[in-house]
């Protein structure tokens, strides 16, 4: 099992910044694949972005790239969505999430279904 805890998510003025993290617990963290995804109020979860478990290969949404950073501290158990220039309709609950040790890395890091782990989610509020 993994245990992930989101923190770092609040309000924020249309193009601030803010970086949220996702500690996690458990199992070796650093030989798992992690992704972050959110969900705003009446719509399905979308994925934002995806980190291979070395840290060495990533992907985006076409709506945040160029925008947003993930990245991951293996050292620290921890994942983090550097997230500039937001926008109102990034408003959402952030949801960090973790796939399976050793777990490849492809088209497939873009589905909620591959993620076996999930934290409780941070709010993040873009004012306009």
């Known amino acids: 099992q993994v245990q992930l805890v989101e923190s770092g998510g609040g309000l924020v003025q249309a193009g601030g910044s803010l970086r949220l993290s996702c500690a996690a617990s458990g199992r070796t963290f650093s030989n798992y694949g992690a992704g972050w995804f959110r969900q705003a109020p009446g719509k399905e979860r979308e994925f934002v972005a995806a980190i291979y478990w070395t840290g060495t290969m990533t992907r985006y949404a076409d709506s945040v790239k160029g925008r947003f950073t993930i990245s991951r501290d293996n050292a620290k158990n921890t994942v983090y969505l550097q997230m500039n220039s937001l926008k109102h309709e990034d408003t959402a609950a952030y949801y960090c999430?973790?796939?399976?040790?050793?777990?490849?890395?492809?088209?497939?890091?873009?589905?909620?279904?591959?993620?076996?782990?999930w934290g409780q989610g941070t709010q993040v509020t873009v004012s306009s």
């Open positions: 999430a973790a796939r399976g040790a050793y777990s490849s890395f492809g088209d497939h890091v873009t589905r909620a279904s591959e993620y076996p782990y």
